[in-house]
């Protein structure tokens, strides 16, 4: 049940926003207060050698929207217990890739959700633009 005093993080890069990372968002609203730590755009271009599609204001402004979501903060690609500490968190959700320094009690790990990912969503996009062009003889 949903406790507002307690303040759960969940950290994100959310290039590309689809529905598991609403059911993430869904999920950590059950347990409290959300709070997104979301990746800035320097250090997506360095982990994942690409900038993101939508810029951190973008994806900012998109999360912010979002009903499960209380406030959102800038992060680096890791997060660790002085960052945690910094916000006031008392738990940190994550899927099972979590690669954060966060000790066991104070981290949630959870299911991704089956079949959808950005990166699938970029492969979708480019099959689609493919199929537009050679339909129209490009």
């Not at 406030?71 to 994550?94: G, K, P, T, Y």
């Not at 949630?108 to 990912?117: D, N, V």
């Amino acid at each position: 049940m949903n406790n507002p005093s307690k303040r759960i993080m969940v950290d994100m890069s959310a290039t590309l926003i689809h529905h598991g990372h609403i059911r993430l968002l869904k999920a950590a609203k059950e347990l409290g207060t959300v709070i997104v730590a979301l990746t800035i755009d320097d250090e997506i271009r360095i982990k994942k050698g690409y900038l993101p599609e939508l810029n951190f204001s973008e994806r900012r402004e998109i999360l912010e929207s979002v009903k499960y979501v209380d406030e959102v903060v800038s992060c680096n690609w890791l997060i660790d217990e002085a960052f945690l500490d910094l916000h006031r968190i008392d738990l940190l959700v994550h899927g099972h890739d979590n690669s954060n320094p966060i000790r066991q009690e104070r981290l949630l790990i959870l299911s991704r959700t089956e079949g959808i990912s950005s990166n699938l969503l970029r492969s979708r996009v480019l099959k689609s633009v493919a199929d537009i062009l050679e339909s129209s003889g490009q």
